[in-house]
C-alpha cells in the first residue's frame, strides 16, 4: 500500500526551530515529488513547495520561499519542512503529498519532456500549533 | 502569476442533485488542472488531474471539463458523502483556487 506517514503534532514558542517529517512507503521514493501544503484553521490550501528525493531538485512558492526549508533523505524515504524561527502565524496544518511525474514528447524535437503538479497521495498531516 | 478563482463559494443542493463547480484561472493553464475533495478533519483527496481524467477510485459520478481559462467539476448525482469543500489547483507555484464549499441544503 502506497502510504505517507506524517510525523505527530508539534506545540511550540515562538522563536523556536522545528523540522516534521514525511515517511513514504510502498512505492519508489526516489522517482515522485513530495510536495508540502499548508490549511491555516478554517482556511484553504495554500501550496508551498516541493521537492524531488531523487537528486533533491527543490521548488518554493515564492510566498514561502525564506521562510521555510524544504529537504529530503532518500536513505530513509523521508521528507520534511522545517522553519527556523516559527511565528504565531505559522499554526496550521501542515500536509505532504506526493506528485507522479507524467512524461509526453515534444512534437518538434521528439525529446522526453514531464509535467508534474497533481498530488495523487496524501498523508493525514500534522498540526503545529505556535503559541507563548 | 496565475489565479484560480473558484465559484461559487457555497453551493446548496440536495442528496441527488447535480452539482457545477467552476474554477476560472486568469491565464491560460492548458489542461493542466486538477480537483480535490476535503471533508472536516481529513486530508484533501485528489478526483480529477488533467482536467478530465478522473483518478483512481473516482466514482464516474465526477466529471471534469474544460481547457484554458474555464473548467467545470461536475458531479452528476450528489450522494450523502459528496458534501464536502471541493479545490481546484493547477501547475505554476501559486496553486490552488479558494475552493467551493458543497452543503446540503
Known amino acids: 500500500e502506497v502510504q505517507l506517514v506524517q510525523s505527530g503534532a508539534e506545540v511550540k514558542k515562538p522563536g523556536e526551530s522545528l523540522k516534521i517529517s514525511c515517511k513514504g512507503s510502498?512505492?519508489?521514493?526516489?522517482?515522485?515529488?513530495i510536495g508540502w501544503v499548508r490549511q491555516m484553521p478554517g482556511k484553504g490550501l495554500e501550496w508551498m513547495g516541493i521537492i524531488y528525493p531523487g537528486d533533491s531538485d527543490t521548488r518554493y512558492s515564492p510566498s514561502f520561499q525564506g521562510q521555510v526549508t524544504i529537504s529530503a533523505d532518500k536513505s530513509i524515504s523521508t521528507a520534511y519542512l522545517q522553519w527556523s524561527s516559527l511565528k504565531a502565524s505559522d499554526t496550521a496544518m501542515y500536509y505532504c503529498?506526493?506528485?507522479?511525474?507524467?512524461?509526453?514528447?515534444?512534437?518538434?524535437?521528439?525529446?522526453?519532456?514531464?509535467?508534474?503538479?497533481?498530488?495523487?497521495?496524501w498523508g493525514k498531516g500534522t498540526t503545529v500549533t505556535v503559541s507563548s | 502569476e496565475i489565479v484560480l478563482t473558484q465559484s461559487p463559494a457555497t453551493l446548496s443542493l440536495s442528496p441527488g442533485e447535480r452539482a457545477t463547480l467552476s474554477c476560472r484561472a486568469s491565464?491560460?493553464?492548458?489542461?493542466?488542472l486538477a480537483w480535490y475533495q476535503q471533508k472536516p478533519g481529513q486530508a484533501p483527496r485528489l478526483l480529477i488531474y488533467d482536467a478530465s481524467n478522473r483518478a483512481t477510485g473516482i466514482p464516474a459520478r465526477f466529471s471534469g471539463s474544460g481547457s484554458g481559462t474555464d473548467f467545470t467539476l461536475t458531479i452528476s448525482s450528489l450522494e450523502p458523502e459528496d458534501f464536502a469543500v471541493y479545490y481546484c489547483?493547477?501547475?505554476?507555484?501559486?496553486?490552488f483556487g479558494g475552493g467551493t464549499k458543497v452543503e446540503i441544503k
Open positions: 503529498a506526493r506528485l507522479p511525474k507524467n512524461t509526453y514528447y515534444d512534437i518538434l524535437t521528439g525529446d522526453q519532456l514531464y509535467y508534474y503538479y497533481y498530488m495523487d497521495v
Open positions: 491565464q491560460s493553464v492548458s489542461s493542466y
Open positions: 489547483q493547477q501547475r505554476s507555484t501559486e496553486g
Open positions: 510502498g512505492y519508489s521514493f526516489t522517482s515522485y515529488w
